[in-house]
């Protein structure tokens, strides 16, 4: 099926990249934002989730916004596939006016709001228009009003202005990375786009959360060499698989002496975040300098 999308978004020049244009009437005025990054598969649904979680037990009122095509990003928390703000869409025609709030935001675990942008039909559309019509919806139906916290939690690499249009909403971007050399290598261009995107919007770029990871070595050798922060270290624990296959954030499991430290941590940061911590003036590698860089003989 085709489907005609009202008001398409246009990219325009700017400074440092080629941008998304964002409707000035988009702001999230209300609610500190924070857009999880990371390569594919590093966990960053798994932070997001819990993360939110933390904020929740810190009595904040939470939005997560899922921006993968697969829809997959709030499902701990709401113990189902959401539907998509996308497929609401295509319900009503693209006539945003005839939703109402429940066709497209499930409450999940704590009180955590959840809402799954979704994505248009492989090679036919732009991410950022989803991304767009979500925070306008949202708008909308007032539901920002009522927000002390969004979390963005955005697919794979930073490859096309679409998919990083969460950073022209956000205060501050977060990376998830491992130890690797994948890893830090995807955490560069991350860096790269928030670079340029911090020329044209006030995103800045909060610090690094390091996941899956026994040691941290290379993450913070990395991040000494252009200037970022590690706020987290979550290790690879096996309480971490088992949560997701039992669709549960990690604060619904049994406690445990490993599983307790690692709910500690994501309070400490959930608390680091909203204290407001300085944001980081990182400026990336090329990609040869960062190929040199990495490893050991």
């Known amino acids: 099926m085709n489907i005609a ?23 999230i005025e209300t609610a500190k934002v924070f857009a999880v990054y990371g390569k594919g598969g590093i966990g960053k649904s798994t932070t997001s989730s819990n993360l939110s979680v933390a904020f929740s037990k810190l009595g904040k009122r939470v939005l ?14 709401t113990k189902r596939l959401a539907p998509t703000v996308i497929d609401a869409l295509e319900a009503v025609n693209f006539h945003s006016e005839e939703l109402r709030v429940e066709d497209f935001v499930v409450e999940g675990y704590n009180g955590v709001m959840c809402v799954e942008a979704g994505g248009p039909p492989a090679g036919t559309g732009c ?10 919806l949202l708008k909308e139906h007032h539901l920002l009003e009522d927000t002390d916290v969004v979390v963005f939690d ?21 990376i998830v990375t491992a130890n690797d050399f994948d890893s830090i290598f995807a955490m560069n261009r991350i860096v790269a786009a928030i670079h340029a995107k911090s020329k044209n919007y ?11 990871s026994a040691k941290t070595d290379e993450i913070d050798r990395f991040n000494d060499a252009v200037g970022l922060k590690r706020l987290a270290h979550f290790p690879d624990l096996d309480v971490v698989r088992r ?29 680091t975040l909203w204290s407001g911590a300085a944001p980081c003036e990182a400026v990336p590698m090329k990609d040869r300098d960062l190929f040199e860089f990495l490893g050991f003989d």
Request: charged share 25%; glycine share 10%; net charge negative.
């Open 5 to 27: 999308i009202r008001n398409p978004v246009v990219a325009r020049k700017e400074e440092g990249s080629l941008q998304v244009a964002l409707d000035p009437d988009l702001k």
């Open 202 to 212: 006030p995103v800045r770029l909060g610090g690094v959360i390091a996941n899956r």
């Open 243 to 271: 949560s997701r296959l039992k669709k549960s954030t990690l604060f619904e499991m049994d406690s445990s002496p490993e599983l307790d430290a690692v709910t500690a941590e994501y309070m400490r940061l959930a608390e």
């Open 154 to 174: 955005v697919l794979g690499d930073v490859v096309c202005g679409g998919f990083a249009s969460p950073l022209q909403h956000a205060d501050q971007a977060l």
């Open 64 to 77: 997560q916004i899922g921006c993968d095509p697969k829809h997959d990003s709030t499902f701990t928390l």
């Open 127 to 136: 991410g950022g228009y989803v991304v767009g019509q979500t925070v306008k």
